[in-house]
């Protein structure tokens, strides 16, 4: 057998367990909570002795870290993904309906990953926080700028709070994952009728 390919097997054996307990952490924190899912617990789901899952993660905190850090990873490539489909001069009705429509893919699409972070953010310990706050200030940045070119545009009132405009879209957004059933609609019909109503209210 190659030498290159029995080196290589253990690499994917480790990497491909790692990912399995990345799966079974965001299922089990997205609907037990931090506090209440266990490194054990864990590994169980995942069919393995929790002395185990050390191999792979140091801690509880470690875990979680790289579970909030892999939903933000998602969120930010499939709403970089919509906003490379537009010309480079999009109008803020264009991007926001393609910042809306990528945000609520990635929460309806990867919902174990997104829904921990949503349900998690008052119960992880604070060196949890900082570890994942860069990517996080990167991905709302782009709100900001997103924000302030409505506001150039005209399009949002001179008067209005843009960071409250911002939290409204995606507190929404993020609540979508709690009650959304495609039922005939889909992701693409929640995210028109979330731009249309935060654009030009329900008139």
């Known amino acids: 057998m190659d030498q290159h390919v ?3 097997k253990p690499v994917l054996k480790k990497e491909k367990t790692r990912l399995l307990l990345l799966d079974k952490a965001a299922q089990m924190f997205s609907q037990r909570g931090y506090q209440s ?8 789901e995942a069919g393995m002795k929790a002395g185990s899952l050390y191999y792979h993660f140091a801690s509880k905190e470690a875990l979680m870290i790289e579970v909030l850090d892999k939903s933000m990873q998602l969120i930010s490539d499939t709403v970089g993904g919509e906003i490379e489909k537009l010309d480079d001069d999009f109008s803020f009705e264009e991007g926001l309906h393609a910042y809306i429509f990528g945000h609520l893919t990635a929460i309806l699409k990867h919902s174990d990953y ?3 972070t949503i349900r998690n953010n008052g119960q992880v310990p604070e060196a949890v926080h900082k570890a994942v706050r860069v990517k996080r200030e990167h991905y709302e940045q782009q709100w900001r700028k997103l924000m302030r070119q409505g506001k150039e ?17 995606l507190g929404a957004s993020n609540w979508s994952s709690v009650w959304f059933k495609s039922d005939g609609h ?4 929640l995210a028109r009728e979330y731009t249309s ?6 008139k």
């Open 37 to 44: 899912t266990s490194l054990k617990d864990i590994a169980a």
């Open 153 to 169: 545009e005209g399009a949002i009132r001179a008067d209005l709070d843009e960071t409250l405009l911002r939290l409204m879209i």
């Open 114 to 116: 997104t829904t921990t």
């Open 197 to 202: 109503v935060f654009l030009k209210g329900c």
């Open 186 to 189: 889909s992701i693409e019909d």
């Open 6 to 8: 029995t080196q290589l």
